[in-house]
């Protein structure tokens, strides 16, 4: 486990803005507790915690940016928190910082159903937005597993997915305006709100930043029209590489399913411990397959897609009769993360991204690796139609060498991520967990660029510091393998360090 602590002259920078804060949140917006403070030391990675100088609670975007104002002037660093569902360390505090917390800014601001779209606070929680929006027919496509839970503010920093995202696209599909505080506490808009805003696209590049370039303050997004059908389909196979088969099938066929999910025998088990969702017995694997669009063509492709599963080998297909049916299929898909839990005392929840064709040889190779390492299994729960992974890798974290075994064997999954024209996360972000990894996969040159879009947005380096970049650096140092020569695109006059 990571922990930091944070240095008197970090505390006593913090407790000078405690007057402050207080005057812009209010006395109930700022927290000083230090126990209750420790509620806000991780995320979702629990492995990495540290307790923030002080908590603020801002209840309005100008408050937001009050607050933003006072750490720049101070030189205190700051991180945005949505919900804290997070799986990489992006909302992990600093020590020697203050944690933004968006919770006090819920309000869904307005529903509009004739241009389809939704403004709200960053602080909304994903599902609330497409329950808000189903009156009007409507519905807010990227779903995230968490959506119950995660905000809005977070999915836009992490760019999030979901199991529908085959179809309907990642968080920044459906984003077409930010109201942004800058690192600086300047309130201003990336994007008009129609999604064709000319000039850079600058929301393209925020989204999914992970709260590094700036704190999100209002988003407007796309609604998308209910489906008029829906069809789930649930698909046993008996092995891993047969249910891949079918994947690959389905989509060669010119078919895009809203959803494809695969799960294996582990998680299956996990799943039906956890929620009984009642999958096939003996079933090496499952796939769910979710299409939606008008009813007669969903129709057609529910038949097509019978056919495709059934000539792949399945042992059993199911289609859900109707909404209850469907829900407890998805209900095992949707809590496998929280499931393994049940036949594991610790567990690493991966994210990588590989070429569908690639899974197969992927999915064997972790097979491998986890049957030549004592004391690990991993389950597989995945976005199979985008061969977007989620390897959980299980262990015993009593077991002496068990913690570090299982984070080398989590870390080699992402080699073989890479190695097969990959990535090293999907949808969960970078963080704090994996930008050691980040040079394994970008090159110095790709790193140093990616730094000028941090410094243009963020020059003090004081929003959400040390997460994503392997090492932090500041603007004007000149890094890698440029020590001591320009970068090539300052040389060429493309770019220019400041
Ligand atoms: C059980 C479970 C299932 C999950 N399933 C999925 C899934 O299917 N797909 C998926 O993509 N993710 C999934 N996640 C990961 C997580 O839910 C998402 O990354 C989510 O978007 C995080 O939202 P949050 O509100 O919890 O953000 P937080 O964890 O609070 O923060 C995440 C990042 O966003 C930044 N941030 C938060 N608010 C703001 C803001 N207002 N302005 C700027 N930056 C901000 C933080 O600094 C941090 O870097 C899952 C997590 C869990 C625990």
């Not at 929006?133 to 990227?142: I, M, R, S």
């Amino acid at each position: 486990m990571t922990q930091t602590a944070a240095s008197a002259p970090a505390e006593s920078a913090c407790a000078a803005l405690v007057p402050a804060m207080t005057r812009i949140c209010g006395p109930d917006g700022v927290i000083t507790d230090p126990a209750e403070l420790r509620t806000y030391e991780c995320d979702g990675l629990t492995s990495h915690r540290t307790a923030p100088a002080l908590v603020v609670l801002p209840a309005t975007a100008g408050q937001v940016a009050a607050v933003v104002r006072e750490c720049a002037a101070a030189g205190v660093p700051f991180v945005a928190r949505g919900s804290g569902t997070g799986l990489s360390g992006g909302a992990m505090p600093r020590a020697d910082g203050v944690l933004i917390v968006t919770s006090r800014m819920r309000a869904i601001i307005e529903i509009d159903r004739a241009s389809r779209r939704a403004i709200v606070e960053p602080g909304v929680t994903n599902l609330s937005v497409s329950k808000a929006a189903e009156p009007f027919g409507l519905f807010y496509a990227p779903d995230p597993s968490s959506q119950v839970i995660c905000s809005v503010g977070g999915n836009v920093a992490e760019n999030s997915g979901g199991a529908h995202c085959l179809k309907h696209g990642f968080t920044v599909n459906h984003v077409t305006g930010l109201e942004i505080v800058t690192p600086a506490g300047e309130l201003t808009w990336l994007g008009d709100g129609t999604g064709a805003s000319p000039g850079y696209d600058l929301l393209g590049a925020f989204t999914g930043s992970e709260g590094t370039l700036g704190v999100v303050t209002k988003i407007v997004v796309k609604l998308t029209p209910l489906p008029e059908a829906v069809t789930t389909l649930l698909a046993a196979y008996a092995t891993m590489s047969e249910g891949g088969a079918a994947v690959s099938s389905i989509i060669s066929h010119g078919i895009l399913p809203a959803a494809i999910e695969m799960m294996d025998a582990l998680s299956i088990e996990a799943a039906e411990a956890a929620v009984h969702c009642r999958y096939p017995e003996g079933a090496g694997a499952v796939l769910i397959v979710e299409l939606d669009g008008p009813s007669p063509e969903v129709e057609a492709e529910t038949a097509v897609v019978r056919e495709l599963c059934e000539a792949a080998g399945a042992t059993e297909i199911r289609t859900a009769a109707g909404a209850a049916e469907r829900a407890v299929i998805w209900a095992g898909r949707k809590s496998a993360f929280a499931a393994v839990g049940r036949i594991s005392p610790a567990y690493i929840v991966q994210d990588g991204v590989v070429p569908r064709t690639a899974l197969p040889a992927v999915l064997g190779k972790i097979a491998e690796l986890s049957a030549a390492t004592p004391g690990v299994r991993v389950a597989n729960v995945f976005h199979a139609g985008d061969g977007n992974l989620h390897p959980l890798v299980l262990y015993d974290d009593s077991s002496p060498g068990a913690t570090e075994a299982a984070e080398e064997v989590s870390g080699r999954i992402l080699d073989l991520c890479i190695e097969h024209g990959g990535s090293i996360t999907g949808e969960h972000g970078v963080g704090v967990d994996k930008s050691k990894y980040m040079p394994r996969m970008f090159a110095d040159d790709d790193l140093d660029t990616m730094q000028m879009v941090r410094c243009a947005f963020n020059p003090a380096n004081l929003c959400n510091p040390g997460k994503v970049f392997p090492t932090p650096r500041l603007c004007g140092e000149v890094p890698g393998v440029h020590r001591g020569a320009p970068h090539p695109a300052v040389a060429s006059g493309e770019a220019e360090l400041f």
